[in-house]
């Protein structure tokens, strides 16, 4: 991706038509509940709470100007009546049978919009038992053989791009957290991981073929599961080949939401740290899955890293250097996906006396989650149509693992974050910066910021 090459502001193509959203793992959770509540607000029965493109301002210039449009009215974005849905699963039932299923909507909204989501039937999944051993897929495609299951995808994307008469796709992975894996060699060049794909390699699981035959395609791929995907080189340069946008990783909901909320005001006073506990109870199919002691790790990796890169123990020792973390999830099933995060947070201030903050979260995970689904969508394809292929690390905010550029460490600051996806819209759209600095309308009386 080069900034010159970008398409700015009148530049940018309009968003035309509609927009596929192809979802592996459709009738999971977080995807009825994403795609019922977009139904629910394109009827006027509900409000897109906790959508930053759909609620959320931006602030323009000068604080002097008052100029704080909404970002679906600032950025060319498509609007959710262009929305259409489709994907793949690992059981036959229609999202409204998942969505009843998974108990989170009320029976009275989902009643109220049986017939679309009756009529959303899943395609037939890739899955091998080996990467999520919880699960026992019962609505699968046949075969072992990798090349093929690729293609078989590649060409339910074209049909279902030719029944909808679409142009663009974007696909967004809400299926199952897969068992821990490393990058290895056969993940370090397009051509190494094609040749370990056409021999059917142990060491490639669904998610990246789901990801190959998107990139293939030329549709851009979000990673909403801390899986190892779209997060090796080869990968990335295939991204980068066919100009494609990815992203994630790991949607940031519950618990690890609260870690980028509270670490950066800790860090900001200079408080130190001595532990941070946390556990979970949760019993929907993804607490299911994580039962896995693999799935496990592979979700563990995810949520443990924010701290360290928030705190920077390296640049403050005293304050950081030997705090303890510990991360627990346990499947309880009648919590079903009404999540409960408890931290134990011991920290310490002046002259090193302990004080101690208890958090209890008791969450929504598909209710937090839903709205990251419906700006990633929008403001993915917005980035396909500006021109910025490869990692969009600008979309930091929406992930507890967010990728970035070798060389960088990730920005995990919940605040960053959010400066840093304003600020890019504003840049694309011929905007000043925001820099918050400020002394200037005192000193010249003209404010910059």
Known sequence: MKLNNLKLKDQIEKPGGKLGVLIPGIGGAVSTTFIAGVELVRKGLAEPIGSLTQVGTIRLGKRFEYRTPFIKDFVPLHSVDDLVFGGWDLYEANAYEAALYAKVLSREHLESIKGFLAGIKPMRAVFDRRFVRNLDGTYVKPGQNLRQHVDALKEDIVKFKEANGLQNCIMIWCGSTEVYLKSEDIHTAPEKFYEALEQNDSRIPPSMLYALAALESGIPFINGAPNLTVDTPAMLELANRNKVPIAGKDFKTGQTLMKT???????????????????????????????????????????LSVLEYILQPQLYPTLYKNYYHKVTINYYPPRGDNKEGWDCIDIFGWLGYPMQIKVDFQCRDSILAAPLILDLVLLTDLAQRVGMDGIQEWLSFYFKSPLHKEGLYPEHDLFIQLMKLKNTLRYLMGEEQITHFGLDYYMNNAGSA
Do not use: H
């Not at 506990?277 to 002691?293: A, F, H």
């Open 261 to 303: 909320i509270l670490a950066p005001g800790l860090k900001a006073r200079m408080l130190g740290l001595e532990g941070w506990y946390s556990t979970n109870i949760l019993g929907n199919r993804d607490g299911l899955v994580l039962d896995d002691k693999d799935s496990f790790k592979t979700k563990e990796e995810s949520k």
